[in-house]
C-alpha cells in the first residue's frame, strides 16, 4: 500500500495561486499513474487531473484545464498540482490517489479506478 501525504493547501484570493505536493512512501510511485480528485462542502469527490506515471501524458477536468498543470518527479516520489487563476468554486479538500491500472484503463475520472488516497489538504478560494 503506498501512503499519499499532501500539502500546500490554504487561504488565498480568487486569480490567486497555489502549487500543492503529494509525497508517496515508496519507490514503487514511479510505476503508477497518479491523480488529483477535489471535494467540496456538500458535494461528491471530483475529478481535477491525472499523469501518466512516466509523466508524459496528462489529463484534466474541462474545470481546471488550462488553468492547472499537474506535474510529477518520480526521483522524488512527488506528485504536484499547480492551480493558477483559482476561482471560488476551487474550494475544497484536494486529495492525491494512486491508480490501480494504466493509463489506458478505466476513466482517469472514476474514484473507484484508484486505490490509495491520502487524508487531504485543504484549498480556499476567497471571493
Known amino acids: 500500500q503506498l501512503q499519499l501525504v499532501e500539502s500546500g493547501g490554504g487561504l488565498v484570493q480568487a486569480g490567486g495561486s497555489l502549487r500543492l505536493s503529494c509525497a508517496a512512501s515508496?519507490?514503487?510511485?514511479?510505476?503508477?499513474?497518479m491523480a488529483w480528485f477535489r471535494q467540496a462542502p456538500g458535494k461528491e469527490r471530483e475529478f481535477v487531473a491525472a499523469i501518466r506515471a512516466s509523466g508524459s501524458s496528462d489529463y484534466y477536468a474541462d474545470a481546471v484545464k488550462g488553468r492547472s498543470t499537474i506535474s510529477r518527479d518520480n526521483d522524488k516520489n512527488t506528485v504536484y498540482l499547480q492551480m493558477n487563476s483559482l476561482k471560488p468554486e476551487d474550494t475544497g479538500v484536494y486529495y492525491c490517489?494512486?491508480?490501480?491500472?494504466?493509463?489506458?484503463?478505466?476513466?482517469?475520472?472514476?474514484?473507484?479506478?484508484?486505490?490509495?488516497w491520502g487524508q487531504g489538504t485543504q484549498v480556499t478560494v476567497s471571493s
Open positions: 490517489a494512486r491508480k490501480m491500472t494504466g493509463w489506458y484503463n478505466r476513466e482517469h475520472s472514476d474514484a473507484s479506478a484508484y486505490g490509495d
Open positions: 515508496e519507490r514503487s510511485f514511479s510505476a503508477y499513474v
